[in-house]
DNA sequence: GCCGACATGTAAATTGTTACATGATTAG
DNA sequence: CTAATCATGTAACAATTTACATGTCGGC
């Protein structure tokens, strides 16, 4: 999966210790791909042994010592092949949707505090993202490709979180602003399926793709 | 985690078997909560086990033989209590994402044709979705609580496409519109460390993408 | 000498993916 | 009767999460 390439990929950007890279999981590249320590130094162990890293060379390497990494060639290369590969985006998995989809299924429970709560969250990690912007790219700067790179990685962040502190802000107003009818209206609402598309026995397909040319 | 309360949700909208059910999960629960046959037969006996749904009597339960299950009083009242609960959002874990890091941190790479490639995805997808609503959610009806649940969960689908294509749009502008300046530029950028600590909250300001519904 | 922070790990359980196996039903 | 399709599963593996275990170092 990914998480090796996340790993190489911090690594080339600054060598560093499992416990550093840790951190840096917990606010620069694991915006975008997120981990724990555990899941890190098992992975930094397969890199170590598959000749894609090395530990920098140090007095003795044992239990409670640091120990930095660094990224070699052939992790360099492997990385630059990764990037070049192709890969689907991800189906959505989404717990909070889904929780409305279910609040939906088996009618009552008050969802709106909940929203609310993830509401502040994601206000929160947008006014985050905004200060790192507004820190590291300023406006007229003329800049490389790599840091076009980076920036657009920033403003999908950037994006997201705005999505998500829109469509919360407006699904609280649906849903608090107007009152609500009876149970057991309508049906043939989403949610009592959708059309049918080829759907083979095995597995899940992404809806069909590449139709489209608009 | 949310796969039986995503398949106790499905089968509360329509007893099923595991098939149905996995067609369901391509199409419509599913874009929310993608799952795969496999997990889906697991978990069924799973929720059978534990007394959440049963199989409806049907002639002789054999291997091949269809196998269709109902929710039971017990399912009902802990997907109600699931929707209650509370739940952090997940972090981002987007390939996409960190390919476009890694590409910066390697340099190199046209990684322009795999974006062309996701919007078109996403355009797909989002075209997918907007029919959806054309045809379950006509403008004017006066809806339920029901209702207006299913629709903003299929707004949520239908915006964070609209993030999607929009931000693919703008980054292949940015990347392909202006030539890339030389390599080794400015350090410091987004991708050498972020601010440690928590951030507050503020006011949002919608930027450009994931526009329309809201 | 001990305590808290730093630092690296192990183990077990759950969840998700990939590949394969098997039986039933129906059209030709 | 045979092939395609419907339908349900098993097995093995990979990824992720949660809980715990161990060792080092500096300050007091």
């Given at each position: 999966m990914s998480l090796p390439h996340a790993i190489l990929t911090a690594l080339l950007e600054k060598p560093s210790s499992g416990l550093e890279l840790?951190?840096?999981?917990?606010?620069?590249?694991?915006?975008?791909?997120?981990?724990?320590?555990?899941?890190?130094?098992?992975?930094?162990?397969?890199?170590?042994?598959?000749?894609?890293?090395?530990?920098?060379?140090?007095?003795?390497?044992?239990?409670?010592?640091?120990?930095?990494?660094?990224?070699l060639p052939a992790g360099r290369a492997e990385l630059a092949d990764w990037v070049g590969r192709s890969e689907d985006p991800r189906p959505v998995r989404d717990p909070l949707l889904l929780r409305l989809r279910a609040a939906a299924a088996v009618g009552g429970?008050?969802?709106?505090?909940?929203?609310?709560?993830?509401?502040?969250?994601?206000?929160?990690?947008?006014?985050?993202?905004?200060?790192?912007?507004?820190?590291?790219?300023?406006?007229?700067?003329?800049?490389?490709?790599?840091d076009r790179l980076r920036h657009v990685v920033l403003r999908g962040g950037i994006e997201l979180e705005s999505f998500w502190t829109g469509w919360l802000t407006a699904t609280l107003a649906e849903l608090t602003g107007a009152g609500a009818a009876g149970p057991g209206a309508a049906e043939g609402a989403f949610g009592h399926e959708a059309p049918d598309g080829p759907a083979g026995a095995s597995g899940r397909t992404r809806p069909d793709a590449a139709s489209d040319g608009a």
């Open positions: 840790t951190r840096r999981f917990d606010r620069s590249i694991g915006y975008f791909w997120s981990s724990t320590h555990q899941q890190i130094y098992r992975e930094l162990g397969k890199l170590e042994q598959a000749g894609h890293i090395r530990a920098l060379p140090s007095p003795q390497p044992t239990r409670g010592q640091k120990k930095e990494y660094e990224v429970g008050d969802v709106e505090a909940e929203l609310v709560r993830h509401l502040e969250l994601h206000r929160a990690q947008l006014a985050d993202y905004r200060e790192i912007e507004r820190r590291d790219f300023p406006p007229e700067r003329r800049i490389s490709r790599q």
